[in-house]
Protein backbone atom coordinates (compact mmCIF):
# COMPACT_ATOMS: atom_id res chain seq x y z
CA UNK A 1 0.00 0.00 0.00
CA UNK A 2 2.23 2.47 1.33
CA UNK A 3 6.29 2.06 1.63
CA UNK A 4 7.70 6.01 2.23
CA UNK A 5 5.13 8.57 3.80
CA UNK A 6 6.62 12.38 3.11
CA UNK A 7 4.85 14.79 5.61
CA UNK A 8 5.38 18.23 5.55
CA UNK A 9 5.67 20.74 8.16
CA UNK A 10 5.37 24.41 7.72
CA UNK A 11 6.00 25.06 11.95
CA UNK A 12 5.62 23.07 15.25
CA UNK A 13 1.44 23.64 15.68
CA UNK A 14 1.77 21.78 11.87
CA UNK A 15 3.85 18.99 12.79
CA UNK A 16 1.15 18.85 15.47
CA UNK A 17 -1.37 17.87 12.78
CA UNK A 18 0.78 15.92 10.41
CA UNK A 19 2.22 13.81 12.85
CA UNK A 20 -0.63 11.68 14.47
CA UNK A 21 -1.55 10.89 10.88
CA UNK A 22 2.06 10.12 9.24
CA UNK A 23 2.72 7.65 12.59
CA UNK A 24 -0.43 5.88 12.43
CA UNK A 25 -0.11 4.78 8.72
CA UNK A 26 3.16 4.23 9.21
CA UNK A 27 2.88 1.68 12.19
CA UNK A 28 -0.21 -0.21 9.90
CA UNK A 29 1.48 -0.12 6.91
CA UNK A 30 5.45 -0.26 7.93
CA UNK A 31 6.40 2.32 6.16
CA UNK A 32 9.34 5.12 6.61
CA UNK A 33 8.62 8.66 7.10
CA UNK A 34 10.56 11.67 6.06
CA UNK A 35 9.40 14.74 8.19
CA UNK A 36 10.20 17.69 5.54
CA UNK A 37 10.45 21.08 7.36
CA UNK A 38 9.49 24.09 4.92
CA UNK A 39 11.08 27.18 5.69
CA UNK A 40 10.82 30.85 3.65
CA UNK A 41 14.58 31.75 3.43
CA UNK A 42 15.68 34.95 3.38
CA UNK A 43 15.64 34.75 -0.79
CA UNK A 44 11.47 35.13 -0.03
CA UNK A 45 10.28 38.48 -1.62
CA UNK A 46 8.78 38.77 1.85
CA UNK A 47 11.97 38.49 3.92
CA UNK A 48 15.35 39.96 1.33
CA UNK A 49 16.23 42.25 4.21
CA UNK A 50 16.65 39.60 6.37
CA UNK A 51 19.25 39.23 8.90
CA UNK A 52 21.78 36.18 8.19
CA UNK A 53 22.27 36.06 12.01
CA UNK A 54 18.57 35.41 13.04
CA UNK A 55 18.28 33.44 10.36
CA UNK A 56 20.75 30.76 10.70
CA UNK A 57 19.05 30.70 14.26
CA UNK A 58 15.85 29.98 12.83
CA UNK A 59 17.07 27.38 10.79
CA UNK A 60 18.98 25.92 14.06
CA UNK A 61 15.76 25.99 15.98
CA UNK A 62 13.78 23.97 12.91
CA UNK A 63 16.51 21.69 12.77
CA UNK A 64 16.26 21.36 16.37
CA UNK A 65 12.55 20.80 16.42
CA UNK A 66 12.89 18.11 13.57
CA UNK A 67 15.09 15.62 15.63
CA UNK A 68 12.83 16.50 18.67
CA UNK A 69 9.72 14.93 16.55
CA UNK A 70 12.09 12.47 15.03
CA UNK A 71 12.11 11.30 18.29
CA UNK A 72 8.67 10.46 19.09
CA UNK A 73 8.46 8.98 15.50
CA UNK A 74 11.69 6.26 16.61
CA UNK A 75 9.97 5.65 20.16
CA UNK A 76 7.26 3.75 17.48
CA UNK A 77 10.04 1.95 16.16
CA UNK A 78 9.16 3.75 12.65
CA UNK A 79 11.90 4.05 10.33
CA UNK A 80 12.04 8.03 9.71
CA UNK A 81 14.12 10.85 7.75
CA UNK A 82 14.47 14.42 8.09
CA UNK A 83 15.08 17.40 5.32
CA UNK A 84 15.06 21.44 5.20
CA UNK A 85 13.80 22.65 2.23
CA UNK A 86 14.54 26.62 2.36
CA UNK A 87 12.21 28.61 -0.20
CA UNK A 88 10.08 26.05 -0.42
CA UNK A 89 7.96 25.62 -3.99
CA UNK A 90 5.25 22.85 -4.66
CA UNK A 91 7.89 21.48 -7.78
CA UNK A 92 10.47 21.05 -5.46
CA UNK A 93 8.51 18.96 -3.02
CA UNK A 94 6.98 17.45 -5.97
CA UNK A 95 10.68 16.73 -6.93
CA UNK A 96 11.90 15.26 -4.08
CA UNK A 97 8.69 12.97 -4.50
CA UNK A 98 9.89 11.80 -7.27
CA UNK A 99 13.50 10.97 -6.35
CA UNK A 100 13.12 9.81 -3.13
CA UNK A 101 9.80 7.18 -4.59
CA UNK A 102 7.20 8.81 -2.04
CA UNK A 103 3.95 7.22 -2.56
CA UNK A 104 1.74 9.34 0.29
CA UNK A 105 1.97 12.91 0.62
CA UNK A 106 0.53 14.92 4.28
CA UNK A 107 0.00 18.27 4.61
CA UNK A 108 -1.22 19.53 7.44
CA UNK A 109 -4.70 21.64 7.04
CA UNK A 110 -4.60 23.63 4.02
CA UNK A 111 -4.43 27.16 5.92
CA UNK A 112 -1.69 29.87 6.86
CA UNK A 113 1.53 29.09 4.86
CA UNK A 114 0.81 26.15 3.50
CA UNK A 115 -2.73 26.82 1.97
CA UNK A 116 -0.93 28.02 -1.62
CA UNK A 117 1.29 25.44 -1.53
CA UNK A 118 -0.59 22.50 -0.50
CA UNK A 119 -3.11 23.39 -3.25
CA UNK A 120 -0.29 23.90 -5.40
CA UNK A 121 0.14 20.04 -4.61
CA UNK A 122 -2.95 18.67 -5.22
CA UNK A 123 -2.84 20.54 -8.64
CA UNK A 124 0.30 19.04 -9.91
CA UNK A 125 1.12 15.77 -7.86
CA UNK A 126 -0.47 12.57 -9.10
CA UNK A 127 0.28 10.80 -5.83
CA UNK A 128 -2.45 10.03 -2.65
CA UNK A 129 -2.26 13.62 -0.73
CA UNK A 130 -3.82 14.13 2.76
CA UNK A 131 -5.08 16.76 4.52
CA UNK A 132 -4.65 16.43 8.09
CA UNK A 133 -7.18 17.43 10.26
CA UNK A 134 -8.92 17.02 13.35
CA UNK A 135 -5.79 17.07 16.12
CA UNK A 136 -4.01 19.91 18.19
CA UNK A 137 -0.59 20.79 17.27
CA UNK A 138 0.23 20.14 21.20
CA UNK A 139 2.57 18.14 21.67
CA UNK A 140 0.56 15.91 24.51
CA UNK A 141 -1.78 15.58 21.79
CA UNK A 142 1.34 13.47 19.40
CA UNK A 143 -0.42 9.75 19.43
CA UNK A 144 -0.91 8.01 16.53
CA UNK A 145 -4.16 8.81 15.10
CA UNK A 146 -6.96 6.06 15.18
CA UNK A 147 -9.36 5.61 11.96
CA UNK A 148 -12.30 3.58 13.61
CA UNK A 149 -15.01 4.67 10.47
CA UNK A 150 -13.89 5.39 6.93
CA UNK A 151 -16.18 7.00 4.68
CA UNK A 152 -15.75 6.66 0.49
CA UNK A 153 -18.20 8.49 -1.32
CA UNK A 154 -19.16 6.69 -4.70
CA UNK A 155 -21.28 8.44 -7.71
CA UNK A 156 -21.46 4.81 -9.64
CA UNK A 157 -18.42 5.79 -11.63
CA UNK A 158 -15.18 3.81 -12.17
CA UNK A 159 -13.18 6.71 -11.51
CA UNK A 160 -14.74 6.88 -8.04
CA UNK A 161 -14.33 3.22 -6.92
CA UNK A 162 -11.24 3.23 -8.04
CA UNK A 163 -10.46 4.56 -4.65
CA UNK A 164 -11.89 1.15 -3.03
CA UNK A 165 -8.90 -0.65 -3.12
CA UNK A 166 -6.59 1.54 -1.31
CA UNK A 167 -9.10 2.25 1.38
CA UNK A 168 -10.56 -1.11 1.90
CA UNK A 169 -6.52 -1.86 2.52
CA UNK A 170 -6.64 1.02 5.45
CA UNK A 171 -10.11 -0.76 6.74
CA UNK A 172 -8.25 -3.82 7.19
CA UNK A 173 -4.98 -2.63 8.22
CA UNK A 174 -6.95 -0.44 11.60
CA UNK A 175 -9.76 -2.84 11.54
CA UNK A 176 -11.76 0.10 10.80
CA UNK A 177 -15.30 0.30 9.56
CA UNK A 178 -15.81 1.29 5.44
CA UNK A 179 -19.28 3.36 4.87
CA UNK A 180 -20.26 3.67 1.73
CA UNK A 181 -22.49 6.71 0.47
CA UNK A 182 -24.45 7.29 -2.46
CA UNK A 183 -26.12 11.27 -2.39
CA UNK A 184 -29.24 11.37 -4.29
CA UNK A 185 -30.20 14.63 -5.32
CA UNK A 186 -33.81 16.40 -6.64
CA UNK A 187 -33.64 16.97 -10.62
CA UNK A 188 -32.87 20.22 -11.57
CA UNK A 189 -35.60 21.71 -12.79
CA UNK A 190 -36.56 25.34 -14.41
CA UNK A 191 -37.89 27.43 -11.42
CA UNK A 192 -39.05 30.51 -13.91
CA UNK A 193 -42.67 29.20 -12.85
CA UNK A 194 -43.98 27.01 -10.33
CA UNK A 195 -43.50 23.80 -10.37
CA UNK A 196 -47.00 21.36 -11.49
CA UNK A 197 -47.80 18.80 -9.72
CA UNK A 198 -47.13 16.71 -12.93
CA UNK A 199 -43.58 18.20 -12.30
CA UNK A 200 -43.01 17.37 -8.95
CA UNK A 201 -44.64 13.64 -8.97
CA UNK A 202 -41.76 13.25 -12.14
CA UNK A 203 -39.05 14.31 -9.85
CA UNK A 204 -40.13 12.08 -7.03
CA UNK A 205 -40.29 9.51 -9.61
CA UNK A 206 -36.46 9.92 -10.26
CA UNK A 207 -35.32 10.43 -6.96
CA UNK A 208 -36.78 7.06 -6.27
CA UNK A 209 -35.93 5.57 -9.01
CA UNK A 210 -32.21 6.50 -8.08
CA UNK A 211 -32.40 5.57 -4.31
CA UNK A 212 -33.40 2.25 -5.48
CA UNK A 213 -30.21 2.16 -8.21
CA UNK A 214 -28.21 3.34 -5.67
CA UNK A 215 -29.17 1.18 -2.67
CA UNK A 216 -28.32 -2.06 -5.06
CA UNK A 217 -25.26 -0.60 -6.34
CA UNK A 218 -23.96 -0.05 -2.64
CA UNK A 219 -24.72 -3.61 -1.78
CA UNK A 220 -22.73 -4.98 -4.93
CA UNK A 221 -19.64 -2.66 -4.00
CA UNK A 222 -19.85 -4.01 -0.44
CA UNK A 223 -20.15 -7.62 -0.96
CA UNK A 224 -17.07 -7.40 -3.23
CA UNK A 225 -14.85 -6.07 -0.32
CA UNK A 226 -13.40 -8.80 1.84
CA UNK A 227 -13.62 -7.22 5.44
CA UNK A 228 -15.44 -8.96 7.55
CA UNK A 229 -19.05 -7.89 7.15
CA UNK A 230 -17.34 -4.71 8.50
CA UNK A 231 -19.02 -2.65 5.27
CA UNK A 232 -22.08 -0.24 5.96
CA UNK A 233 -23.96 1.34 3.13
CA UNK A 234 -25.84 4.76 3.22
CA UNK A 235 -28.05 6.56 0.99
CA UNK A 236 -28.98 9.92 1.11
CA UNK A 237 -31.40 12.67 -0.26
CA UNK A 238 -30.25 15.98 -0.51
CA UNK A 239 -30.62 19.21 -2.59
CA UNK A 240 -26.57 19.21 -2.86
CA UNK A 241 -24.15 16.50 -2.75
CA UNK A 242 -21.39 18.32 -0.34
CA UNK A 243 -23.87 19.06 2.05
CA UNK A 244 -25.31 15.06 2.53
CA UNK A 245 -21.94 14.21 2.59
CA UNK A 246 -21.07 16.97 5.45
CA UNK A 247 -24.39 15.52 7.27
CA UNK A 248 -23.06 12.18 6.95
CA UNK A 249 -19.66 12.68 8.06
CA UNK A 250 -21.12 14.60 11.32
CA UNK A 251 -23.24 11.95 11.90
CA UNK A 252 -21.52 8.57 11.32
CA UNK A 253 -18.73 10.32 13.26
CA UNK A 254 -16.09 9.66 10.41
CA UNK A 255 -12.36 9.55 11.18
CA UNK A 256 -11.03 9.44 7.76
CA UNK A 257 -12.44 10.74 4.06
CA UNK A 258 -10.77 8.80 1.26
CA UNK A 259 -12.53 10.07 -2.39
CA UNK A 260 -11.31 10.22 -5.65
CA UNK A 261 -9.63 13.42 -7.30
CA UNK A 262 -13.09 13.20 -9.94
CA UNK A 263 -16.24 11.99 -10.06
CA UNK A 264 -18.34 10.69 -12.90
CA UNK A 265 -18.92 14.23 -14.46
CA UNK A 266 -15.50 15.94 -13.38
CA UNK A 267 -13.81 17.21 -15.65
CA UNK A 268 -10.09 16.06 -16.05
CA UNK A 269 -8.47 19.25 -16.68
CA UNK A 270 -9.03 20.21 -13.47
CA UNK A 271 -6.68 18.71 -10.61
CA UNK A 272 -10.03 17.72 -9.22
CA UNK A 273 -13.77 18.07 -9.15
CA UNK A 274 -16.71 20.28 -7.28
CA UNK A 275 -17.08 17.70 -4.70
CA UNK A 276 -14.10 16.70 -3.86
CA UNK A 277 -13.09 20.59 -3.67
CA UNK A 278 -15.76 21.29 -1.21
CA UNK A 279 -14.45 18.32 1.02
CA UNK A 280 -11.53 19.26 1.10
CA UNK A 281 -12.23 23.00 1.97
CA UNK A 282 -14.97 22.36 4.68
CA UNK A 283 -14.06 19.26 5.92
CA UNK A 284 -13.22 19.06 9.86
CA UNK A 285 -11.97 15.69 9.05
CA UNK A 286 -8.94 14.89 7.42
CA UNK A 287 -8.83 13.57 4.05
CA UNK A 288 -7.03 11.11 1.59
CA UNK A 289 -7.62 12.31 -2.01
CA UNK A 290 -6.27 10.03 -4.97
CA UNK A 291 -5.88 11.16 -7.91
CA UNK A 292 -7.63 8.97 -10.58
CA UNK A 293 -5.20 10.69 -13.94
CA UNK A 294 -2.13 9.30 -14.08
CA UNK A 295 0.92 11.74 -14.21
CA UNK A 296 2.40 13.17 -16.83
CA UNK A 297 -1.12 13.89 -18.03
CA UNK A 298 -1.84 16.33 -20.56
CA UNK A 299 -5.54 17.62 -20.84
CA UNK A 300 -5.58 15.52 -24.34
CA UNK A 301 -4.11 12.42 -23.17
CA UNK A 302 -6.70 13.01 -19.82
CA UNK A 303 -9.62 14.03 -22.16
CA UNK A 304 -8.99 10.96 -24.49
CA UNK A 305 -8.13 8.42 -21.19
CA UNK A 306 -11.89 9.46 -19.89
CA UNK A 307 -13.85 9.08 -23.01
CA UNK A 308 -12.16 5.69 -22.79
CA UNK A 309 -13.44 4.98 -19.77
CA UNK A 310 -16.83 6.32 -20.50
CA UNK A 311 -17.22 3.56 -23.39
CA UNK A 312 -16.13 0.83 -20.89
CA UNK A 313 -18.38 1.67 -18.37
CA UNK A 314 -21.50 2.25 -21.18
CA UNK A 315 -20.43 -1.36 -22.58
CA UNK A 316 -20.69 -3.05 -19.15
CA UNK A 317 -24.47 -1.84 -18.61
Known amino acids: MFNHILALIDDMSGTGFAFPHASAIA ?57 LLECPQARHILEFARQNSVNLVIVPKLGANLCDLG ?5 HTHLPTLIARGQSGAREDWTPALYRRILVPLDGSRRAEHVLVLAAALAQAFDAELVLAHVVCRPEMLRCTPLTQADSELANRVIERNHREATRYLKQIASRLALNNKVRSHVLTDEHVARGLHRLIDQEQIDLVVLSAHGYSGDPQWPYGSITGHIIAYSPKPVLVVQDLPAPFSRDEAQTAVRSLYLQQASNI
Do not use: N
Request: charged fraction near 25%.
Open 27 to 83: LATKARVTLLRLLEGPADARSQCADPLEWQITKTQAAMQLRDTMHYLEQHHIPVGKE
Open 119 to 123: HQLLA
